[in-house]
């Protein structure tokens, strides 16, 4: 089945994390926490537009979200597009970041998932590599920063 945004449903699941065993669970976003992603948002912009379009998931740890990720269900290229990804700092480090596109990925089986980073994100390149994205071109020195942003993709329609 599909949503209205053109994928498959988001499923809340616990994601088990290393520090001491905490689990975090990882859910769709609502309104109601858009406070607490503002408080460790670095990304431009605000999440209420991806949280209406249910194209935004959270990860939570007693009962707080403490990480997102969000997506454009026809990013680029008529495929989706995973767009921002941010851990509160307290949090990093412990698998969130690499849960949260997982959790991506399973809404976007079936499709041809599409993302892209800084070339200094070494973490972001990290998961992306370990979950079998491959990287598919870049654009250098585009950034303001003057940083060269990579684009990566996986293909989910044999996966899942
Ligand atoms: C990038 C970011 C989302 C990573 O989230 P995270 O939850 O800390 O990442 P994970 O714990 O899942 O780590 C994934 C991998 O990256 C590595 N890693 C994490 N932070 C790292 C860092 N600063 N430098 C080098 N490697 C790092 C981890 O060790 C892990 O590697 P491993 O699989 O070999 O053990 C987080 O650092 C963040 O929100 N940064 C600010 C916003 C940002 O840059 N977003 C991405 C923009 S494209």
């Given at each position: 089945?599909?949503?209205?945004?053109?994928?498959?449903?988001?499923?809340?699941?616990?994601?088990q994390?290393?520090?001491c065993?905490?689990?975090?669970k990882i859910?769709?976003?609502?309104e109601?926490?858009?406070?607490?992603?503002?408080?460790?948002?670095?990304?431009?912009?605000?999440r209420?537009?991806e949280?209406?379009?249910a194209c935004?998931?959270?990860a939570?740890r007693?009962?707080?979200?403490v990480a997102?990720?969000?997506f454009?269900?026809?990013?680029?290229l008529?495929q989706?597009?995973l767009?921002?990804?941010?851990?509160?700092p307290?949090?990093?480090?412990?698998?969130?970041?690499r849960?949260l596109?997982?959790?991506?990925q399973?809404t976007?089986?079936?499709?041809?998932?599409?993302?892209s980073?800084?070339d200094?994100?070494?973490?972001s390149?990290?998961?992306?590599?370990?979950?079998?994205w491959?990287k598919?071109?870049?654009?250098?020195g585009?950034n303001?920063?003057g940083?060269?942003?990579?684009?990566y993709?996986?293909?989910?329609h044999?996966k899942g």
């Amino acid at each position: 089945m599909l949503k209205e945004n053109g994928l498959a449903p988001a499923v809340a699941m616990p994601a088990q994390s290393s520090d001491c065993g905490q689990t975090a669970k990882i859910r769709l976003a609502n309104e109601n926490d858009l406070v607490s992603i503002a408080r460790f948002d670095e990304m431009g912009g605000c999440r209420q537009q991806e949280i209406a379009d249910a194209c935004c998931m959270v990860a939570e740890r007693k009962g707080e979200p403490v990480a997102y990720v969000s997506f454009q269900p026809v990013g680029l290229l008529g495929q989706p597009l995973l767009t921002y990804l941010c851990v509160a700092p307290a949090a990093r480090r412990r698998g969130l970041g690499r849960k949260l596109i997982e959790a991506i990925q399973q809404t976007a089986r079936g499709r041809m998932l599409l993302s892209s980073t800084e070339d200094w994100c070494v973490a972001s390149q990290k998961i992306f590599t370990s979950l079998g994205w491959r990287k598919i071109g870049e654009l250098t020195g585009v950034n303001k920063d003057g940083s060269t942003e990579y684009f990566y993709a996986i293909d989910l329609h044999q996966k899942g």
